[in-house]
């Protein structure tokens, strides 16, 4: 009886650890299979109150690509409307505000998705800086925002003025968007399969 017993054991475990293995298998393969081809991402996102960063998390996720946050010298005021102040003064001047951190090795990386949320209907001139810290000949970007109601479209406009050698893709107004519809993007712009 306890032999019987041992082996009905023995069965179980081993069939609990032939499933998972087939299931972590299983997931991995439709992971892998996701990505588009053997591009590597960069997920770099800017962002004051953590809701552009959800999106970029969101992002990540789906593309498995690297994530990097834009992280400024000197601190934007927590204050909402000190904040915009600063930014407006920024865009008004051009300003590049230094930034703290930096990819070590941007040269890997094929595609770039940059997010930020919409200042005084411009990217955040943080983000400028980052993108003018490198040479971004030849690497896909692809911008993404949140915004409380201006379209990201005057940001990819100053975009492509910085990075005259890169291809800048459209980009999402990602407020309030689904994964699916996150993932029909990314399939739009070649980022996914």
């Known amino acids: 009886m306890k032999n019987i017993l041992k082996r009905i054991i023995v069965f179980f475990v081993c069939a609990l650890l032939f499933s998972g293995s087939i299931v972590g298998y299983s997931d991995n393969t439709v992971k892998s299979a996701t990505y588009a081809n053997k591009n590597k991402v960069l997920v770099v996102y800017f962002s004051h109150t953590g809701t552009t960063k959800k999106v970029a998390k969101r992002i990540r996720k789906i593309t498995g690509g690297t994530m990097f946050r834009i992280k400024e010298k000197n601190k934007y005021p927590s204050d909402y409307d000190q904040m915009l102040n600063v930014a407006q003064s920024e865009q008004e001047s051009k300003a590049r505000p230094a930034i703290k951190n930096k990819v070590k090795s941007i040269k890997k990386y094929d595609i770039i998705l940059i997010g930020y949320p919409i200042w005084w209907g411009d990217a955040p001139m943080?983000?400028?800086?980052?993108?003018?810290?490198?040479?971004?000949?030849?690497?896909?970007?692809?911008?993404?925002?949140?915004?409380?109601?201006?379209?990201?479209?005057?940001?990819?406009?100053?975009?492509?003025?910085?990075?005259?050698?890169?291809?800048?893709?459209?980009?999402?107004?990602?407020?309030?968007?689904?994964?699916?519809?996150?993932?029909?993007?990314l399939k739009k712009n070649k980022v996914i399969k």
């Open 126 to 185: 943080a983000v400028y800086s980052f993108l003018e810290t490198y040479n971004l000949s030849g690497k896909t970007i692809i911008p993404f925002c949140t915004s409380g109601g201006t379209e990201i479209s005057k940001s990819v406009k100053g975009i492509r003025k910085v990075c005259k050698k890169s291809k800048v893709k459209s980009g999402l107004t990602a407020n309030d968007v689904s994964n699916k519809k996150l993932r029909k993007w």
